[in-house]
């Protein structure tokens, strides 16, 4: 066991001499984060580095990059839109009726197929 011990407390020796003497404060202050006062500090050089009128300009570029559409293209969109939903509405009911009326017809067909038995029999 001793072996171990000299050898854990020879690699903690090595580490602490590679070092340098202040570097618990710097951890520290790192895990820390900036001081406020450094916070504006910060804040205030990179107001300085903005030219008067900046976010008047960012706003104005934004507004012109997003480009609202107009009025037409909007109905035409809406247009578009309630072709499209009265087409699948259309499609849709035309193929309920038409197995409607298959199913009827195939129930007529076997009415008309038992009352013709009937008449056979009876006549």
Do not use: Y
Not at 6 to 27: E, I, P, S, T, Y
Not at 58 to 87: E, G, I, K, Y
């Amino acid at each position: 066991m001793k072996p171990e011990k000299d050898a854990w407390n020879a690699l903690n020796a090595h580490a602490a001499a590679q070092l340098k003497g202040d570097f618990a404060d710097r951890v520290l202050r790192a895990a820390r984060g900036p001081q406020a006062e450094t916070w504006q500090e910060l804040n205030a050089a990179a107001a300085r580095q903005l030219r008067p009128g900046f976010a008047d300009r960012v706003l104005r570029a934004a507004r012109a990059a997003a480009d609202m559409p107009s009025l037409a293209s909007q109905f035409a969109l809406s247009a578009v839109t309630a072709a499209v939903c009265l087409a699948a509405v259309i499609f849709i009911h035309q193929r309920n009726v038409n197995a409607a009326d298959e199913r009827n017809l195939a129930e007529w067909r076997q009415v008309v197929s038992v009352a013709e038995e009937f008449e056979a029999g009876v006549l």
